[in-house]
């Protein structure tokens, strides 16, 4: 039973490999055989989020065109048991690899792996085709901000015209603060406005930064409050019912002078 | 009580507002995959129909293609909503 996971988002920048690289891990260390797949051909960036950059010998393009077995393009991480990453190829381009591909490459690692998670590249055109060719299922990620929501919704549209039903949401960059002050949109807001599924909500948290410097998942820094909300989407992927988180860091004094005084509307 | 005051003294709508009315806006254009002639057609359609019944605000009608959750909460499916404004309802239901 195993399940192939495709996440996407349109726009680029909002965190699909990290997002990508942060579940996979997750997923491995919870005991489930994983691999990662790179599908963002020319622009590969998996393999340094992961850290495993120096290990690459062959990539996708190299499996479909049996240049190698896939096994032989694997790349296991020492770090944690059942996680194995394949690497998009650094200087062709999306058109090197084929939807049928995909497909035949998916139905291939089903027989090895638990789950497979596809990481896809921004954009509609064939790169996209070819990460959702295989999928069952998806995540598509995105920001609160309107370029990112816009998005979003296209996707989630090509989404189900290509019948891969209820696509789930993960926020990301979620700022509480700007919330608050009602500079941010809500979760509640671009739910409303999307109409999907939540599957998490991952503060804009510096630690992400710092552990993609390292070249390791933040998921697995128990005081980050991102890695918090990846172990999250994790367990809720793995069909436990989460409750989300809500950021809210202690009150300060002027803020309960403020709601003592009926100041703050809520 | 705050936003009351707010609305007094004219303070500009909070700037997440404006990002949620703006997309809202926008994705109704980016979800009518269909031209606005196609619209266009509809609407007149529509009021052929309706003015048989009642009189209608033609000018204020409002139509518009959109998606909305299933009854099961499950999906999304897509939705045509229209707003069409009564000025009276005749009486012989003709």
Partial sequence: ?266 | MLLDLSKIFGKPKNSKDVAKERLKLVLIHDRANVSPQFLEMLKSEIIKVITNYMDVDESALEIQLTRTKSDDGESVVPALYANIPIKNIRNSGK
């Fill in chain 1, 1 to 266: 039973m195993s399940e192939v996971i495709v996440i996407t988002s349109g726009k680029g920048g909002v965190g699909k490999t990290t997002t990508t690289a942060n579940i996979g891990t997750g997923l491995a260390l919870s005991g489930k055989k994983t691999v990662l797949i790179d599908t963002d051909i020319g622009l590969r960036n998996l393999d340094v989020v992961m850290g495993l950059e120096n290990r690459i010998v062959y990539d996708l393009v190299d499996v479909v065109e049996g240049n190698c077995r896939v096994k032989q393009a694997l790349i296991k991480d020492k770090r944690f048991e059942g996680l194995y990453l394949l690497p998009a190829a650094q200087t062709r381009d999306k058109t090197a690899v084929a939807p049928q591909q995909m497909m035949k490459l998916c139905d291939e690692l089903r027989e090895e792996f638990d789950y497979i998670l596809i990481d896809c590249p921004a954009g509609i055109e064939q790169g996209f085709k070819n990460a959702i060719a295989g999928a069952d299922k998806a995540i598509v990620v995105t920001t609160p901000e309107v370029s990112a929501v816009r998005d979003a919704d296209r996707i989630i549209g090509l989404l189900e015209a290509n019948e891969i039903r209820n696509p789930k949401l993960l926020i990301n960059r979620m700022r509480v603060d700007m919330v608050k002050r009602g500079d941010m949109m809500s979760i509640d807001d671009i739910i409303d406005i999307l109409a999907i599924g939540l599957i998490g909500v991952v503060p804009d948290d510096e630690k992400i930064v710092v552990s993609t410097n390292r070249g390791e998942p933040a998921i697995t820094d128990e005081r980050s409050l991102a890695g918090q909300a990846y172990r999250n989407v994790v367990r809720r992927i793995k069909g436990e019912d989460v409750p989300f988180m809500t950021f809210d860091t202690e009150q300060g004094f002027m803020t309960k002078l403020k709601k003592l005084f009926g100041l703050k509307a809520n």
